[in-house]
């Protein structure tokens, strides 16, 4: 079973309750072959909410308390971005995930 970003299966969390789909991903969804997850929504995020970024470095920084992510208004949101990140871990456990596939460009799913 895959986990995959919800916006990439067409379901409209992001932040300007748009959607990424991708039409292999809603596929997979759709025959039961991967589950949807949307970590900022995890994180308690509502949908739409302001667009944000990570300031400071990357990831693994914000992870280590050195960068932090905030909105374009200037609300510091960190603390739900690492709730969500550490959700989505989780469920990546609890369902035995063979792969995760996430949306790029992201400060939540984004790799890079
Ligand atoms: S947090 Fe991930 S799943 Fe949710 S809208 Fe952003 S890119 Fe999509």
Known sequence: MLLVS???AGLRVRYDASHKLDETIRTLVEE???ATVCPE???GLA???EPAEILGGNGDDVLDGAARVVT????DVTASFIEGAYRTLEKAR???ATAVVLKEHSPSCGST
């Open 6 to 8: 919800a916006c990439l």
């Open 32 to 34: 039961g072959q991967a």
């Open 41 to 43: 929504m995890l994180g």
């Open 47 to 49: 949908t739409p909410r």
């Open 72 to 75: 374009v208004s200037g609300v």
């Open 94 to 96: 609890a369902m035995n």
